[in-house]
């Protein structure tokens, strides 16, 4: 069974700190990674996308990749509370006949003013 | 630009009755999805298409049924509902494969009681 972890929080951040979240995944296959950003009653909406080793970044966002270690990160600096919601990792797996991705079940991140 | 649209946006339903989930989408996008959310859970695949008249299953198909005559819509079927079919149910597309952005719906909450 493919699968994507989060520690589900609450993670609670002061406002203009950095928050970090968390992911791991289970499947060494996989090759590309997302991180989907939900509000409370919303759906899901990209806010990035990471295929490679190393850090991306875009605007207050940074996505960590280690694929030896199986391991992705979203950090987001200067943390508002606008940025409260559900942050869902996501790993594109190829086990069928199309790739699809595997959802984590979510970091829900609060940030306090 | 309307985007993915879903109806309806609240249901409930008895156990043993039957539905059709409605989904829409005009950006003209080629693959097509449907997931479900469970409370605090991550995004389940329920089916999904990658053009007209073609689906497959994905992770959670059982009880569920898809079409895609055009590539426009793709409607969820549920032939007989059961409490474990309690949900949101997101549609999303994308213009290739899954590795694009997903566009989501704004969900379909359905109650079986």
């Known amino acids: 069974q493919k699968e994507v972890e989060q520690n589900s929080g609450p993670l609670s951040v002061p406002e203009g700190a950095i928050a970090s979240l968390n992911c791991t995944y289970s499947d060494r296959g996989s090759q590309s990674f997302f991180w989907y950003r939900q509000y409370s009653g919303k759906s899901p909406e990209l806010i990035m996308s990471i295929y490679s080793n190393g850090d991306k970044e875009d605007g207050r966002f940074t996505a960590q990749l280690n694929k030896a270690s199986q391991y992705v990160s979203l950090l987001i600096r200067d943390s508002q509370p606008s940025d409260s919601a559900t942050y869902l990792c996501?790993?594109?797996?190829?086990?069928?006949?199309?790739?699809?991705?595997?959802f984590g079940k979510g970091t829900k991140l609060s940030v306090k003013p | 630009n309307a985007g993915v649209t879903q109806t309806p946006k609240f249901r409930i339903l008895k156990i043993g009755q039957s539905m059709t989930l409605q989904c829409t989408q005009d950006?003209?996008?080629?693959?097509m999805y449907w997931y479900r959310q469970d409370p605090g859970m991550g995004l389940k695949l329920i089916y999904y298409?990658?053009?007209?008249?073609?689906?497959d299953k994905g992770e959670v198909p059982n009880g569920y049924n898809v079409s895609r005559s055009t590539t426009e819509d793709f409607p969820l079927r549920l032939e007989l509902a059961a409490p474990s079919q309690t949900s949101v149910y997101f549609c999303?597309?994308?213009?290739?494969?899954?590795?694009?952005?997903?566009?989501f719906g704004d969900g379909t909450r359905l109650s079986i009681l």
């Open positions: 996501a790993a594109l797996n190829y086990g069928g006949s199309q790739g699809n991705l595997i």
């Open positions: 950006m003209n996008h080629n693959y």
């Open positions: 999303a597309s994308s213009p290739t494969g899954p590795q694009l952005a997903q566009h």
């Open positions: 298409s990658v053009g007209a008249g073609i689906t």
